[in-house]
């Protein structure tokens, strides 16, 4: 609740819009929401107060000398404005030296200050005595120099990129609009003495800020001015043209944890690049962009910007002319490759479950097709029958930028929403492994999707694993480090395993895929690998035994319920590239085909992932084998997000005595 005092002075916000209704009510509007005022003779009392809520008297001496019931409606009024955000107390603003000329010239920017910051006079007064040295060349550098005259900045410093490309004549006529309306206008230019980065520390050594502007990002000295700014604690605001989009932001201040960098990194390149017809970098969208970069600027010297989120972007359609906010994280990989620390199994373990309804959440916000985590996400025009499927296609955090993507994968599922689920945790652990890899670290990745090929070494293969629970994320990492060992099995030499019957099962979801290959007509062989460190492998053949698909499992139910969708999912038409962490051949040999089948020993399916944890570790110390554990969670998304993205490797356990 707002408390109010006689002292206050309110003033009616600028963009508050009111009126009155024939019930008698008055209705309120803003830039920020409505609300409506009820009441007797409401509309009388807001029609008589509001031209006196202007800032210049107090609560005490609007209500001096009026009955105490009159006063009871004031305040009642006043603190209903106050409270919804269509008035405010000027009474603490600080004072400024401002002439009358400047303020009324000046006054959209000054009240704009006002309402969102408070002292708005003594903030536009600073702003004034800004200094900024504008960067760049043509029509771009002139729209950079113009809207900062107009946003009531007068001292202009500027630096050319190319002189040569310059109108100098229409430069002058921007100058001498601008002493007309702004008799403080100064332009002042700094040549760049020599090339290089040297050049540049000199040229930028007496600004506080620098406003850089560019067509063409990739042909510019962009990267260099922004990395020079950086290491001289520079404010930077960068606005240009990048392939077939136009970008400005983010503005980058000493403090920042996004850069120039982190936004190349971020932004897609077959976004950037969408339209393969290209649309020219006009001069109206270089006026639009400059007019954002100043902007910001403005808004961050004015102390506006310090409620916004830090890494805003605008993107510009170049055809369309229309542009959109993003924010943008920052990337892990701009200050050098991430560390990974080991980590406790049972500190993994400890780690708190999130909602499931929370999951898709942040997979849906790290889901977009210009910046996102993931490129998409989505059922596309996958069918759906049997099998629901989910594709998912992640960006590769890897590359120096653009970003480029990811293979998209499909993964299916017995409902759509563990089609959904599995998607986004395979997405997830794709990215992570690519940032794991950049630590130096082999991970099972290459394997796992078919495009490795054996490694001779002795060096040790991490899975990687994301789950809701540290004991999901656990099975997850131990299960693509398992399926890793067995892909590379099958690239060295066929596969050996035994065909066998299945008892009555009470699995629903194995039962369902049997039943539809069933429909399908298709009598899939189903085949026991050897154990791969003590866990169960199956194998599907479909095609008469033409094409076979092997999957290890923590769990025997588990290995033949993977085994059998990921067959189902290649008899529904998925092509090899996009099936998802299965293991693909032609020929397994079938040991003692002519023997009657053996039937395969299926115990029920733990009920719970941390049970499942605890049966593996059961088997791996059978093994003489322990895991591994390296903290993979390297971006704070993925520790907000997810209750646990780990890097998980087998070692043999030492001997004793």
């Known amino acids: 609740m707002v408390k109010l005092n006689p002292s206050m002075r309110l003033a009616v916000n600028r963009d508050t819009f009111f009126l009155p209704n024939p019930d008698g009510s008055v209705y309120f509007r803003n830039n920020v929401g409505t609300f409506r005022m009820e009441g007797e003779m409401i ?36 603190e209903s404005l106050l409270q919804n955000g269509f008035v405010q107390d000027v009474s603490d603003c600080k004072p400024h030296q401002l002439s009358a000329a400047v303020v009324e010239r000046f006054s959209e ?7 969102l910051a408070g002292s708005g006079g003594q903030a536009f007064q600073a702003y004034r005595q800004q200094k900024p040295l504008a960067v ?34 229409r430069l002058a006529e921007l100058y001498a609009h601008a002493r007309q309306k702004d008799p403080e206008a100064e332009l002042t230019e700094i040549p760049i003495q020599q090339q290089g980065k040297a050049g540049w520390e000199q040229a930028l050594a007496p600004f506080s800020a620098v406003l850089y502007v560019a067509d063409d990002a990739e042909q510019s000295e962009l990267p260099l001015v922004h990395a020079v700014c950086r290491e001289m604690g520079k404010t930077f605001v960068p606005a240009f043209g990048l392939l077939q989009k136009g970008v400005a932001g983010p503005l980058v201040h000493p403090s920042s944890p996004v850069c120039l960098d982190s936004v190349l990194r971020r932004l897609h390149r077959v976004y950037l690049r969408e339209d393969a017809r290209g649309h020219p970098f006009t001069a109206t969208s270089a006026a639009l962009l400059a007019n954002v970069a100043v902007f910001e600027w403005f808004k961050q010297v004015t102390g506006v910007a310090a409620a916004e989120p830090g890494g805003k972007l605008y993107v510009l359609d170049l055809e369309t002319l229309s542009g959109s906010w993003r924010t943008v994280m920052a990337h892990p990989l701009v200050q050098g490759s991430p560390r990974l620390v080991p980590v406790d199994e049972q500190q993994v373990l400890a780690e708190a479950e999130p909602q499931r309804h929370g999951l898709f959440a942040s997979f849906q916000a790290w889901t977009s097709p210009d910046i996102g985590i993931f490129h998409l996400w989505d059922e596309g025009e996958l069918v759906q029958l049997p099998l629901a499927q989910c594709r998912v296609q992640a960006v590769d955090p890897v590359a120096d930028g653009p970003a480029e993507l990811l293979p998209a994968r499909i993964c299916p599922g017995y409902t759509h929403e563990e089609a959904r689920r599995e998607a986004g945790l395979l997405g997830t652990e794709m990215y992570v492994s690519r940032l794991v890899g950049a630590c130096g670290i082999r991970t099972a990745s290459a394997h796992m999707f078919g495009g490795g090929k054996p490694d001779s070494t002795q060096e040790s293969v991490y899975g990687i694993g994301a789950g809701e629970s540290g004991a999901e994320a656990l099975c997850r990492a131990l299960y693509n480090c398992l399926q890793s060992s067995l892909a590379e099995q099958v690239q060295l030499r066929p596969p050996v395993a035994t065909r066998v019957k299945l008892p009555e099962l009470r699995d629903e979801p194995c039962l369902f895929y049997l039943r539809a290959f069933a429909i399908e007509k298709e009598q899939p062989q189903i085949a026991r690998g050897a154990d791969l460190c003590g866990f169960p492998v199956y194998w599907v053949g479909i095609g008469n035994g033409t094409e076979w698909v092997g999957t290890v499992g923590l769990h025997e139910v588990a290995a033949l319920r993977k085994a059998l969708q990921a067959a189902l999912l290649k008899r529904q038409g998925a092509p090899d590239e996009v099936l998802a962490s299965v293991v693909r051949t032609s020929f397994v040999s079938l040991d003692q085909p002519e023997q009657p089948e053996q039937e395969a020993m299926l115990r029920p399916c733990p009920d719970s992932e941390a049970e499942l944890w605890q049966q593996a570790r059961d088997v791996l110390a059978r093994q003489r084998l322990v895991p591994v554990l390296l903290n993979a969670a390297v971006e704070p998304f993925l520790q907000e997000d997810l209750a646990g993205v780990v890097a998980l490797s087998l070692r043999e356990e030492e001997a004793h005595g």
């Open 109 to 115: 920017q000054i009240g704009f200050v006002e309402q």
């Open 136 to 169: 760049g060349a043509g029509s771009f550098l002139l729209a950079l120099i113009h809207a900062l005259w107009e946003s009531g900045c007068p001292h202009v410093h500027f630096a050319l990129t190319d002189p040569s490309s310059v109108n100098r004549e």
């Open 43 to 78: 509309d009388q009392w807001v029609q008589q107060l509001l031209p006196i809520f202007n800032g210049e008297h107090t609560l005490a001496e609007i209500t001096a000398d009026l009955p105490e019931a009159y006063q009871s409606q004031i305040y009642q009024i006043a």
